[in-house]
């Protein structure tokens, strides 16, 4: 048995009938990774973060351009900020996982400027491309 949180107002479910993390490869069915507990939904963004950031460097290692869509979940019910970040806003759970939002996107942040990718932005908006080879301009939406 999991503890759900008490956000659900749920009683324990057992593992084999909570709620999952699945993937799969294009064409093929999915499999189960692991439960999705509190403390993987403390977790996930980073762990998303660490895929996205892998994907843009195979991507790059292959010469191909990508298109990466990373939404976070930081600041969705419920706020669960991850360990390092739990009490560092001094407002609670909702402030400390802005912050840890904020860490998130700095690292991917980085990780496109690791692979070369360009940026140009208007009225706040920004759209990262990578294509090799490319003299073409990012789109911008």
Same mark, same amino acid.
């Given at each position: 048995m999991t503890h759900q949180?008490?956000?659900?107002?749920?009683?324990?479910?057992?593992?084999?009938?909570? !709620?999952?993390?699945? $993937?799969?490869? %294009? =064409?093929?069915?999915?499999?189960? /990774?692991? !439960?999705?507990?509190? $403390?993987?939904? %403390? =977790?996930?963004?980073?762990?998303? /973060?660490?895929?996205?950031?892998?994907?843009?460097? %195979?991507?790059?290692?292959?010469?191909?351009?990508?298109?990466?869509?990373?939404?976070?979940? %930081?600041?969705?019910?419920?706020?669960?900020?991850?360990?390092g970040f739990e009490g560092a806003s001094r407002i609670g759970q909702f402030g400390d996982s802005v912050m840890e939002g904020d860490a998130v996107v700095g690292t991917i942040l980085d990780a496109l400027k690791d692979v070369g990718a360009r940026t140009r932005s208007s009225r706040g908006s920004a759209m990262w491309a990578y294509e090799p080879h490319s003299t073409r301009r990012p789109t911008l939406f």
């Amino acid at each position: 048995m999991t503890h759900q949180g008490k956000q659900t107002n749920t009683l324990d479910i057992p593992l084999d009938k909570g !709620p999952k993390i699945v $993937e799969a490869n %294009r =064409g093929e069915p999915l499999k189960s /990774v692991k !439960p999705y507990t509190e $403390e993987v939904r %403390r =977790g996930i963004d980073w762990e998303l /973060v660490d895929h996205g950031a892998d994907f843009m460097r %195979r991507q790059k290692a292959g010469g191909k351009p990508f298109f990466l869509y990373l939404p976070i979940s %930081r600041t969705h019910f419920p706020n669960l900020p991850s360990i390092g970040f739990e009490g560092a806003s001094r407002i609670g759970q909702f402030g400390d996982s802005v912050m840890e939002g904020d860490a998130v996107v700095g690292t991917i942040l980085d990780a496109l400027k690791d692979v070369g990718a360009r940026t140009r932005s208007s009225r706040g908006s920004a759209m990262w491309a990578y294509e090799p080879h490319s003299t073409r301009r990012p789109t911008l939406f």
